[in-house]
């Protein structure tokens, strides 16, 4: 129980005025009231202080991408698009390969799952390819926590004629596009990735 002076300080008074105490009781109880006193305020002295609040609010660490490499001896020379998982049947609806990801699609081309780059609640990237006789393309495709199709981008791609030609790989969250245009010569182009946004257009 807190030890209450007031209290305490009426009762010595009452006792005062009934005369009931001689002077030495007196100042006994003088004493005890002050050392209670005293070891009260340090006891509130040591009482080890509330943790306040932290003026700095960490922010979440961005989600890692796993890195990957397009290029055409991995994909056709060495076959990894030909040998990759098939997607079919429910599972072209799932990807949604015939209503965004391939503005062309048909029935007799194959899908292939090539690769996951990032798996979180929030987002899935995956790499979906399609193999044809004269044509294969690979796109990064972007889905939200309810697997609706969020962007695409072709980061591979060959023909027959050798006229076009898309090659990319994706190290440290930087996503680079190697391209080989008959017309219009060699260039390149980098994006980073923002979970909200998607892909991110990298200036030089």
Same mark, same amino acid.
């Given at each position: 129980?807190p030890?209450?002076?007031k209290?305490f300080?009426?009762k010595?008074?009452c006792?005062?005025k009934s005369?009931?105490l001689?002077e030495i009781?007196l100042?006994l ?5 002050? *050392?209670c006193?005293t070891? $009260?305020?340090e $006891?509130?002295?040591n009482?080890p202080?509330?943790p306040?609040?932290?003026?700095t609010?960490e *922010?979440?660490?961005?989600?890692q991408?796993e ?9 056709m020379e060495?076959?990894?698009?030909s040998?990759a998982e098939l997607? &079919?049947g429910?599972q ?10 391939d503005e062309?699609f048909?029935q007799n081309?194959k899908?292939?799952?090539?690769q996951t ?6 987002t899935?990237l995956?790499l979906?390819?399609? &193999?044809?006789?004269? &044509?294969?393309?690979?796109w990064?495709?972007g889905?939200?926590?309810?697997h609706r199709?969020?962007? $695409? *981008?072709?980061?591979y791609y060959?023909?027959a004629e050798?006229?076009?030609q898309? &090659? ?5 969250? $930087? ?8 017309n219009q010569?060699?260039s390149?182009?980098?994006?980073s990735?923002?979970?909200?946004t998607g892909?991110v257009?990298m200036k030089?």
């Open positions: 129980m030890f209450n002076r209290y300080v009426n010595i008074l006792f005062v005369k009931a001689d009781t100042l109880l003088v004493l005890i009231m002050v *050392k006193t070891q $009260t305020q $006891t509130a002295t009482l202080a509330a306040q609040p932290s003026a609010h *922010k979440a660490p961005q989600p991408l890195d990957f490499s397009l290029s055409y001896n991995q994909l060495e076959g990894k698009l040998k997607i &079919e429910n072209i609806k799932k990807y949604s390969i015939d209503t965004g990801v062309n048909l081309y899908y292939h799952l090539l780059v990032l798996e979180t609640p929030q899935k995956y979906i390819g399609r &193999e044809y006789d004269n &044509e294969n393309i690979v990064l495709c889905y939200d926590e309810k199709l969020m962007f $695409t *981008k072709e980061v060959d023909n050798g006229n076009y898309v &090659e990319s790989h994706l190290q440290k969250d $930087t996503l680079t596009l190697s391209i080989e245009d008959i010569g060699a390149t182009q980098k994006y990735f923002d979970p909200k892909l257009e030089p």
